[in-house]
Structure formats: C-alpha cells, structure tokens
C-alpha cells in the first residue's frame, strides 16, 4: 500500500474553484493511476476521474467532463485535482485512490471536505 | 450505464452470517470488490477479485459472484463490523462504478 496524505478542508462560494491536494509516500508514485472519488453527504461514493503520475494521461468521468482538471507534480509526489464552477450539490468528502491493476482502490487518502455555501 | 443494485440495509445478531447482495447484470463476467467504511472514516477495501481478501482482513469477510448477483459475507458478525459496505466494478464503457451501499447494523 502507499500512503496519501490530502490538503484540509475548504469552504467555497457558488461560482468559485477549489483545488485538492494528494501527497503521496514512498516510491510507487508513478507507477499506478491515482483517482479521485467523491462522496456527498449521506451518500455513495461516485468516481470522478484518474490521472498518470508518470506521463501526465487523463480520463475524466463524463459527468465531470469540462469542470474538472486533475494534474501532478513528479518532484513532490503531489496529484491535484480542481473542481470548478462550484455549485451546493458539490459539498462532499473527496478522496483520492490508488488503484490496483486497474481494477479496485486499495489505498484512499483521509479525504477532503468541500463545502459550498454562500 | 451499468448499474449496481444493494439493499440499503442488513440488520444481523452478532455471532450471525451477514449476507450483502449486489446485483448487476451479468455481473458474474466482472470482477466485484468490497469496501467498508465506517462513519467519517475513508473507505477501506475488503474483498478484490470477488473472493479475495487484502492482508490484515479477517477470514470472516468472504465473497462470491454468480449469474447476476455477486455476495459480500460476513461470518459471526461482531459490533465492529458495523459499517456501510459498497460493491464495486469495473466496467468497459463506464469505468469505475460502485454499488449504493448497505449499511450493516448489528442488533
């Protein structure tokens, strides 16, 4: 497993942009997509993109398409991901995810909480 | 879109089997993960690859996929195992999806 340690909470106005921060430890950074996954309150987990630590690759689900940018920095073993044109139905836990064989999340960050209120 | 079906609930006595259902079509021809997730906790992974469980996960959680169904079991249920448990798949057109969840609510 890999350890990752994300960015504190943020409280956001409607409009605005918010940007999520993935350390990650040891030496298996660009090995495996890192994911993001978030979770609204009282709700289920829903996927929302992956992104290349080594090459910089992308796939975004298509639901976030156009809102979403999710990038990385190699030399702090550091993923990003930025939401923006928040709106209150973004208010959720987000978590980033490593996941194994392209399959399934083995390793999840303590997650981040979003909130969007005016 | 491929959809996962679960029951929003299991209520079970503790030393009991808990049984969680998650229904997908055909879903017997993906591989079918398990995460439990306790309350302000991340999701922890559970079973992968439908019957196998990480290290550090107790013999107790066990799983199996057949048909259209695809089952998370959880042998003499204790008050720890108290959590809301999510199935996972993935699928080709639709990525990473995961089921609606069921809480476990040991009586």
């Known amino acids: 497993q890999v350890q990752l340690v994300q960015s504190g909470a943020e409280v956001k106005k409607p409009g605005a942009s918010v940007k999520v921060s993935c350390k990650a430890s040891?030496?298996?950074?660009?090995?495996?997509?890192m994911h993001w996954v978030r979770q609204a309150p009282g709700q289920g987990l829903e996927w929302m993109g992956k992104?290349?630590?080594?090459?910089?690759?992308?796939r975004y689900a298509q639901r976030f398409q156009g809102r979403v940018t999710m990038t990385r920095d190699t030399s702090t073993s550091t993923v990003y991901m930025e939401l923006t044109s928040l709106r209150s139905e973004d208010t959720a836990v987000y978590y980033c995810?490593?996941?194994?064989?392209?399959?399934?999340?083995?390793?999840w960050g303590q997650g981040t909480l979003v909130t969007v209120s005016s | 879109s491929y959809v996962l079906t679960q029951p929003p609930s299991v209520s079970v006595a503790p030393g009991q089997p808990a049984r969680i259902a998650c229904g997908g079509n055909?879903?017997?021809?993906?591989?079918v993960h398990w995460y439990q997730q306790k309350p302000g906790q991340a999701p922890v992974l559970v079973v992968y690859?439908?019957?196998d469980r990480p290290s550090g996960i107790p013999e107790r959680f066990s799983g199996s996929n057949s048909g259209n169904t695809a089952t998370l079991t959880i042998n003499r249920v204790e008050v720890g195992d108290e959590a809301d448990y999510y199935c996972?798949?993935?699928?080709?057109?639709?990525?990473?999806?995961f089921g609606s969840g069921t809480k476990v609510t040991v009586l």
């Open positions: 995810a490593r996941v194994l064989r392209g399959l399934y999340f083995d390793s």
């Open positions: 040891g030496n298996t950074f660009t090995r495996q997509y």
């Open positions: 992104i290349n630590p080594s090459d910089g690759d992308i």
């Open positions: 055909k879903i017997a021809d993906k591989s």
């Open positions: 690859d439908d019957k």
């Open positions: 996972q798949v993935w699928d080709y057109t639709n990525d990473y999806v």
